[in-house]
């Protein structure tokens, strides 16, 4: 029987008797005991758990942080692992990171501290300089009930940029111990079995042979199932081992994502293209979740308040379907069915999502309002495409989520503007055209009226921007955690 093959700590382990549902989290404390990494939330929000997890690319290691707790064994196949244990050099000397952390007095009672030295030895391994937004990016996915953030961003702050150490070592030798090691195609215990599928044919063969499998990505939406409910498919296909599947392809008129494309690697793409749709990425995960989430996983679940969907709406993406039949590309309205319900038939899967790039006049933005500003789900997403001339709207697709039951656009409001005056006086009646899209219901996060509203202030805020450029972006991006 096939065994998970990792460096752990710069050392071998194969495994071949955990179950494939097992958390990363729960193996590395119960079987091996490297009990550093915490459990704190389960669920991906509160960092205690992050570790770093190496993986080749272009003949060279690069370390993510990311949530154990959401992850499974055998996601960590032919990859390097490192842990807060890990992090001392072999004779005993601390790491430049634990030695800031120390220096700065950034640690109270200890719980949270493995975490954000996992997520600042991320930091500074990927080379990036001392830029307070860059610092809170790096540390948003971490959470600390003691002593306040500022010794801790002033740790972080000490090590960006600094010259790497011995794990700069142990990644060369990491990475040249991982070349030659070649995937295996399934790992099985007991009546689970984890897929690896290498190929898009062996992929939609093992999606037709098994319909009740959970296709795994990243897992930050499925890995909740697991290490909160403790639920899980007999069968799961992962998706990060075909090749298609990952590769970002630049066209003339587009940009298409594999959907095993994480959200790390896609935002730089995002920010040249499309800058709100990598802003909005940006605040719907911690780097942890987006070092392992995808947008095609986003769409999958069509959860009413994916982040992402309402901007794939807005952007007139094509989500790309494939069966052992082919591949055919489906429009959003097409794709999305009803609340968490897609036209996804049995056998099928998301190959790609390909989204248009913008012609001139056409603006993209995009909205998210909640009640804090890093992680959290929204009350209300919209996305706009628009294209002005003269003055007067030329086109615009509007979408918003957390409306109701589906992410959907907003028609009555497009037709209420199209072709109208640029002006506050054209939305004075848009509150009644959003009544006519949309039927909130009340919950923790707003009421039906607040929803209502919000979406209406939101066109407005738009209005503002577009028709006044050098107002956009002037009130502090954190009104926008309301």
């Not at 490297?34 to 205690?48: I, N, Q, S, V, Y």
Request: with cysteine; glycine share 8%.
């Amino acid at each position: 029987m096939a065994a998970i093959r990792f460096l752990l700590n710069g050392q071998w382990c194969s495994e071949d008797s955990v179950p494939p549902t097992m958390t990363v989290l729960d193996y590395l404390r119960t079987v091996r005991r490297l009990t550093g990494t915490k459990e704190g939330c389960a669920e991906g929000d509160c960092g205690a758990c992050t570790i770093m997890v190496g993986r080749r690319e272009e003949g060279r290691l690069r370390y993510d942080a990311v949530n154990s707790c959401l992850m499974l064994v055998p996601q960590l196949e032919a990859t390097a692992v490192v842990t807060v244990e890990g992090l001392t050099a072999p004779d005993g000397a601390l790491h430049p990171v634990q030695h800031a952390l120390l220096e700065a007095d950034a640690t109270q009672c200890g719980f949270c501290t493995p975490g954000f030295a996992m997520a600042m030895a991320a930091f500074q391994h990927g080379g990036e300089p001392a830029r307070d937004e860059l610092i809170h990016e790096a540390l948003a996915g971490n959470l600390c009930r003691c002593t306040g953030y500022r010794p801790i961003v002033d740790a972080c702050r000490g090590v960006a940029g600094g010259a790497l150490d011995h794990l700069a070592e142990r990644a060369r030798a990491d990475a040249a111990g991982l070349a030659g090691l070649s995937p295996i195609a399934e790992y099985r215990q007991g009546e689970q079995c984890f897929y690896f599928p290498h190929t898009l044919p062996e992929l939609a063969r093992l999606v037709k042979q098994h319909p009740e499998a959970q296709l795994w990505a990243g897992g930050t939406d499925l890995g909740l199932v697991v290490a909160k409910e403790r639920r899980w498919s007999p069968a799961l296909i992962a998706t990060s081992f075909v090749p298609e599947l990952k590769r970002i392809t630049v066209g003339p008129d587009w940009i298409e994502f594999g959907a095993a494309v994480t959200y790390s690697e896609a935002l730089p793409y995002f920010d040249v293209s499309f800058p709100a749709l990598g802003a909005v990425v940006r605040r719907l995960g911690s780097r942890q979740i987006r070092n392992l989430g995808t947008m095609a996983g986003n769409l999958a679940t069509a959860s009413p308040i994916g982040d992402t969907i309402p901007c794939l709406f807005a952007l007139d993406a094509a989500v790309v379907v494939r069966s052992i039949a082919g591949a055919r590309p489906r429009t959003m309205e097409k794709f999305i069915t009803g609340y968490r319900r897609t036209s996804l038939a049995p056998g099928e899967f998301i190959e790609s999502i390909r989204l248009p790039r913008l012609v001139q006049p056409q603006q993209f933005h995009a909205f998210k309002l909640s009640k804090r500003f890093d992680q959290d789900i929204a009350a209300v997403t919209a996305a706009f495409r628009i294209a002005l001339a003269d003055g007067v709207v030329q086109s615009l697709r509007a979408a918003f989520g957390g409306m109701g039951p589906t992410a959907k656009r907003a028609t009555a409001v497009e037709e209420a503007i199209i072709g109208q005056p640029w002006t506050a006086s054209t939305l004075a009646g848009i509150d009644q055209a959003l009544a006519r899209d949309f039927a909130p219901m009340d919950d923790h996060r707003g009421s039906a009226a607040y929803r209502l509203r919000a979406a209406a202030n939101l066109l407005r805020r738009l209005q503002i921007e577009t028709a006044r450029p050098d107002l956009a972006g002037v009130a502090p991006l954190r009104l926008e955690a309301l």
